[in-house]
């Protein structure tokens, strides 16, 4: 992590935020801080402040991290998910923190990842959600879960009072191929173990940002069809009853709207998977809106459509039905 701060390119200058990337994002309505890990950047809490400071009301705001932060911008991420904060500017303000599975951290750094959850919020349960990298079948998803659930249940959480945990499966990389990746003939697998765990913890549910594979649900028994409401994808929809899929006009693929990724030299991509396809960079464009609309969307689905489904999804019955074959990277390898 601390490469980021020490290699130039891997961390945004400065000066270019506030020249060139400030300016041009004052009409987004949703920022979000990613990494590497944000929160190292040596500048992070002016950044934040000033990105905050020029928001629109009603814009989100959220930062990803570790939870691995100092104690200056822990103070700082407080002082905006209190009254006092973001509230008073109507600016929708979130830190989404990934929760480690033990294989990947230490006792010592779990710890602290735990102390800033709970600081932030006994401060405002709004303010954080946990996040959840899904990457393998054998990862000690139960024990990740069981943490989470431990932590909203020491602090109070009203019974009947649900809580949400985004679930981000390990995508490909196009052009990274030593990353880590769940493969889709896992989903299932990993899908009968988010239904067991929906079931242990009654005020839980997973949000997926984009796509939300059914096939996740491959494994499901029929008394089990309402936890299914307990999902949610692109970003704030329930999933329907299964019963309700094929009389609905249902859609779970790849999401066309989703965020667009600006890298630290004002590159511009459609999300992270897609980091070797340019759509181009900020300083060609007015305004960051104007770039996703002109080119992303356009850009992006026409490069994606153009690929061919792997397996198991050229043969699966909800290819093109409800579903558009998983993350768009896996059929890029
Ligand atoms: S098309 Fe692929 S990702 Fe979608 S449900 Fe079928 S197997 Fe899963
Ligand atoms: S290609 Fe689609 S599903 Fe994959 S990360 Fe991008 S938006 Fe999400």
Redesign the pocket.
């Known amino acids: 992590m601390e490469e980021n701060v020490k290699t130039p390119d891997k961390s945004m200058d400065y000066d270019f935020f506030q020249k060139e990337l400030l300016p041009r994002i004052k009409t987004a309505s949703l920022i979000n801080f990613m990494g590497g890990e944000p929160t190292l950047h040596p500048r992070f809490n002016d950044i934040l402040s000033e990105t905050l400071d020029n928001m629109q009301p009603f814009t989100f705001l959220g930062v990803f991290t570790n939870g691995l932060m100092s104690d200056k911008v822990l103070d700082l991420l407080l002082s905006l998910v209190g009254r006092g904060g973001s509230i008073e500017k109507q600016i929708q303000f979130s830190v989404l923190l990934n929760w480690q599975t033990m294989e990947n951290t230490s006792e010592k750094n779990h710890a602290r990842c735990r102390e800033v959850a709970e600081a932030i919020l006994e401060k405002n349960g709004y303010g954080l959600m946990f996040s959840l990298n899904l990457y393998s079948i054998q990862q000690d998803l139960a024990t990740q879960c069981w943490e989470i659930d431990e932590i909203y249940q020491d602090l109070g959480l009203p019974p009947g009072q649900t809580y949400k945990i985004r679930v981000s499966p390990a995508?490909p990389i196009v052009g990274e191929e030593n990353h880590i990746t769940l493969p889709i003939k896992d989903y299932p697998k990993m899908g009968r173990m988010m239904i067991d765990l929906l079931k242990d913890f009654p005020q839980m549910c997973f949000r997926f940002?984009?796509?939300f594979p059914p096939c996740l649900m491959d494994d499901i028994k029929e008394e089990e069809y309402p936890l299914v409401e307990r999902f949610i994808y692109h970003g704030s929809q329930s999933v329907p009853n299964i019963n309700e899929w094929s009389k609905k006009d249902v859609y779970f693929g790849?999401?066309d709207d989703?965020p667009m990724d600006i890298d630290p030299k004002g590159d511009c991509f459609?999300?992270?998977?897609?980091h070797d396809k340019k759509l181009g960079n900020i300083q060609d464009f007015k305004q960051v809106n104007e770039l996703a609309i002109k080119k992303m969307h356009t850009e992006f689905l026409s490069h994606?459509f153009k690929a061919q489904p792997n397996e198991p999804c050229r043969s699966c019955p909800h290819y093109m039905v409800t579903c558009s074959s998983?993350?768009?990277?896996y059929n890029f390898r």
Not at 270 to 274: K, S
Not at 326 to 329: D, K, L, N, T
């Open positions: 995508f940002d984009c796509s790849c999401a989703s459609n999300c992270f998977p897609f994606t998983g993350c768009f990277a």
